[in-house]
């Protein structure tokens, strides 16, 4: 079956970095659009970055661009997101999740909408201290 295992969350200060990590499996992963999203405490869903099936385009929220760098490895099936400059309003449960349509290549930064999504993750959590 289709699992997607996030990992590298951990508890930094401002200003550091981190790597985390989507390990998938049941799926041919190069196929799928894949995204990274975040849940912060007491707040919805927010998508931050996604990638299309060949490492390009990719697409960043407003408050990742310039700060988080999105790749895939096909062959290893994983997903990854390179995180800088973190910032206290980055805290929160970080999921990767794929995309519902088999193919499907973005041109323009997607609108988020959950039901896009056919498997998430569970999450791995990123703190971020003043």
């Known amino acids: 079956q289709v699992q997607l295992v996030e990992s590298g969350g951990d508890s930094v200060q401002a200003g550091g970095s981190l790597r985390l990590s989507c390990a998938a499996s049941g799926f041919v992963m190069s196929n799928y659009f894949m995204s990274w999203v975040r849940q912060a405490p007491g707040k919805g869903i927010e998508w931050v970055s996604g990638i299309n099936q060949n490492g390009e385009p990719t697409f960043y929220s407003d408050s990742a661009d310039g700060r988080f760098t999105i790749s895939r490895d096909n062959t290893g099936k994983i997903l990854y997101l390179d995180m800088n400059k973190l910032k206290p309003e980055d805290t929160a449960v970080y999921l990767c999740?794929?995309?519902?349509?088999?193919?499907?290549?973005?041109?323009?930064?997607?609108?988020?909408?959950?039901?896009?999504?056919?498997?998430w993750g569970q999450g791995t959590q990123v703190t971020v201290s003043a």
């Open positions: 999740a794929r995309y519902k349509w088999s193919g499907a290549t973005l041109t323009t930064r997607p609108v988020f909408r959950e039901s896009d999504y056919a498997y």
